[in-house]
């Protein structure tokens, strides 16, 4: 390890961090920019303290691990709220709308038409033209009731 006593390796510390931060924006969601902070806070104790070599692997192991950890948790603690939590379930979105039978429901499957789009439904039989009422959905077929 002779070649490291050449370079002050809290730079190369602080040189994994940038290039870290910088994958983390290629590619989000890695958790990429806590490993940057460890590597970055090593890169200073590093400067700071003149850790020797194998301190500096101790440490950014330990601080990576606590960073990784600590995000998780936090993120764990502040859930996923959203404007639209179902944004990406188009049948629970569709619950309670009321239907038109496009095709008639026999044998328990039909189609209705929902919006300009018709869709698979399951449920009690009911005749081309009738109104029926989305109570769920099992896939991207939707399961119907009549309207009363």
């Known amino acids: ?15 994994g961090a940038v290039v870290l931060g910088g994958l ?9 920019i806590w490993i940057a902070v ?18 500096q692997l101790v440490l950014f192991s330990l601080l990576a691990i606590a960073a990784v950890y600590s995000a998780r ?7 996923n709220t959203s404007a639209d939590p179902m944004l990406n379930d188009r049948g629970a979105r569709l619950t309670g709308e009321i ?4 095709e008639a429901i026999t044998g328990g499957h039909g189609r209705v038409k929902v919006g300009d789009g018709v869709w698979s439904a ?10 029926v009422k989305v109570i769920g959905a099992d896939g991207a077929v939707l399961l119907v009731e009549g309207v009363t």
């Not at 239907?99 to 496009?102: I, K, L, M």
């Not at 399951?122 to 109104?131: N, T």
């Open 1 to 15: 390890m002779e070649w490291l006593q050449q370079f002050d390796t809290g730079y190369l510390w602080l040189i």
């Open 24 to 32: 983390e924006l290629v590619l989000p969601g890695v958790f990429l």
């Open 38 to 55: 460890a590597a970055a806070l090593t890169g200073i104790a590093t400067l700071l303290l003149g850790v020797p070599v194998i301190g």
């Open 73 to 79: 948790k936090s993120y764990r603690t502040l859930g």
């Open 99 to 102: 239907v038109t039978v496009v």
């Open 122 to 131: 399951r449920g009690a039989d009911a005749g081309v033209g009738d109104r």
